[in-house]
């Protein structure tokens, strides 16, 4: 019988932003995206900045998506970000949001986002510590969650840095992760759709070696999604 798995192709929408020569935290391979999706058993596939684009045409052949992003940048990729997390839920095409690309898929689907976490939420951790690069707190992560199956519930440690943070959870989303002063630090969908954002850097040099979860688990959806619409075809 042949296999008929394909290999998977997931794109990259945004920054890759991993500096020369730097190792993924658990130093087993480069850091960033690229590297993260390619430890995972998949093909990378960045997308050039653009203007307008025919997604229909962009994603041929793409098996899943990565929304990349941080605060620098949020406002040159809502658009277009916002544009990408509709044509991926509408063709259910698995989504993992990363840091601002979390507060894209939120938005994108009527959530609300704090835009000054310090003051908005004075009582908040220190979510954001500048000059120090890879400022770590605890989440915890909820049961019976899509993030659950993938790092498994209860407190983990994370590399979230973030002056902007999730305020209104989207329709149709619930919370997957919370700092434990409340601070939602991940969302996902509850359907059959598998779109799943985090407000952490899995794929930096100060990522955990749990992290390769999430892109691991982004690999089997989207094999997954494959194999429903092989039946689909076949049926």
């Known amino acids: 019988m042949v296999n008929r798995t394909p290999v998977v192709r997931v794109a990259i929408f945004g920054p890759d932003d991993a500096r020369p020569g730097e190792k993924h935290g658990c130093g087993l391979w480069p850091a960033g995206v690229a590297a ?3 430890a995972a058993d998949a093909t990378p596939v960045p997308l050039a900045e653009s203007g307008d684009r025919d997604w229909d045409e ?29 044509w991926c839920r509408k063709h259910k095409l698995p989504l993992l949001g990363v840091d601002n ?4 898929l ?9 835009l000054d976490l ?8 220190q979510h954001r510590c500048p000059p120090e690069r890879g400022l770590r707190h605890a989440i915890n992560v909820l049961p019976g969650t899509k993030l659950a199956a993938l790092y498994g519930e209860g407190e983990v440690v994370v590399n979230s840095e973030h002056r902007r943070a999730v305020q209104r959870v989207a329709r149709g989303f619930r919370v997957g992760g919370q700092a434990l002063d409340g601070i939602i ?5 509850e359907g059959e759709w598998f779109a799943l954002g985090v407000q952490w850097q899995p794929a930096s040099a100060t990522a955990s070696g749990l ?12 094999v997954q999604r494959f194999s429903r619409t092989l039946a689909c075809s076949a049926a």
């Open 185 to 189: 630090e991940a969302i996902e969908f």
């Open 118 to 125: 310090p003051r908005d939420q004075p009582e908040a951790l």
């Open 211 to 222: 992290d390769i979860q999430l892109f691991r688990g982004l690999v089997q959806a989207c």
């Open 36 to 38: 993260c999706l390619s």
């Open 106 to 114: 939120n938005a994108t689907h009527g959530g609300t986002t704090f």
């Open 101 to 104: 690309g979390l507060l894209i």
């Open 58 to 86: 962009v994603l041929e052949g793409v098996h899943g998506v990565v929304l990349a992003g941080s605060d620098a940048d949020a406002r040159r990729q809502a658009v277009e970000g916002e544009a990408l997390c509709a």
